[in-house]
């Protein structure tokens, strides 16, 4: 990103006021780890709801195996699992077309209800994968993006070029995805987990950065910055589960094998 003036900041747009370098750092420190916070929740909400749900759904029979439960048909097996699957769809498309008409408290509440959701559906890698390999997939990818996240943080260099390259990247694994759906392509399916690993990879690094120069945007008006942390929280969430997701494909351990 480019530099700033280390001595004054002006970031109150309109507003005609000054603050010291100290205290702009500290309100986007301050600014920053809300994303983060509210990020971790996300995440925890997510994981303890996957997990419940699989203790929920699974059973282990007589001969040692597994068994799904009435619960696990339900959810994994019959129709609604559709619904189990778009759900989270749908929570983002409505928190990205509605956040700035809704209230903090009901922002955040539908925030969490998101990731309880977002779970929920999370759940059958409990049942596709072993928990060793997930574990293991899972402290990767939160090494990869705290590392990432990082250098999007600190680095001097303007990454939205690479950030509109990554989305149009984005854009081309969605439709490839969709596709596959019918073709049922495992290289296809190959290729899309590498490339979505590069994309979120990049996502993540410039969807820091932009949070924190909007910081100037939203420092101002103290429920705006709430509000906009949360959609932070959000982006950097969705960053980190469809990088998990991916990297989970390319190398967990199946229960099959």
């Known amino acids: 990103m480019s530099d700033y003036d280390r001595n004054t900041y002006a970031p109150y747009a309109g507003m005609g006021s000054t603050i010291s370098a100290a205290q702009y750092d500290a309100g986007l420190r301050s600014y920053m780890l809300g994303i983060y916070n509210h990020m971790a929740i996300a995440l925890a909400i997510s994981g303890l709801v996957a997990i419940g749900t699989f203790m929920l759904g699974t059973t282990t029979t007589a001969a040692g195996r597994m ?7 339900a959810i994994w097996i019959s129709p609604l699992k559709w619904v189990v699957m778009l759900a989270p769809l749908g929570f983002v498309l409505l928190l990205s077309f509605r956040w700035e008409k809704m209230s903090y408290g009901s922002l955040l509440g539908t925030f969490y209800a998101f990731a309880g959701i977002m779970g929920l559906s999370l759940s059958s890698v409990f049942v596709i ?16 993006f705290g590392a990432l996240s990082l250098f999007g943080y600190t680095t001097k260099k303007d990454l939205s070029g690479m950030g509109k390259f990554m989305l149009m990247g984005l854009f081309g694994i969605i439709i490839a995805g969709l596709v596959n759906i019918f073709m049922k ?16 990879a990049g996502l993540t690094a410039w969807d820091t950065q932009r949070l924190k120069e909007e910081y100037d945007v939203v420092a101002h008006d103290q429920t705006l910055m709430q509000k906009w942390s949360l959609m932070g929280a959000l982006t950097l969430y969705l960053n980190f589960v469809n990088m998990f997701q991916m990297l989970l494909q390319l190398f967990g351990v199946r229960n099959d094998e």
């Open 67 to 73: 068994a799904l439960t009435p619960l696990g048909q």
């Open 129 to 144: 994968f072993k928990l060793g390999s997930i574990a293991q997939v899972f402290f990767i990818t939160a090494a990869a």
């Open 185 to 200: 392509s495992s290289a296809l399916q190959f290729a899309i987990n590498v490339i979505g690993v590069v994309v979120f």
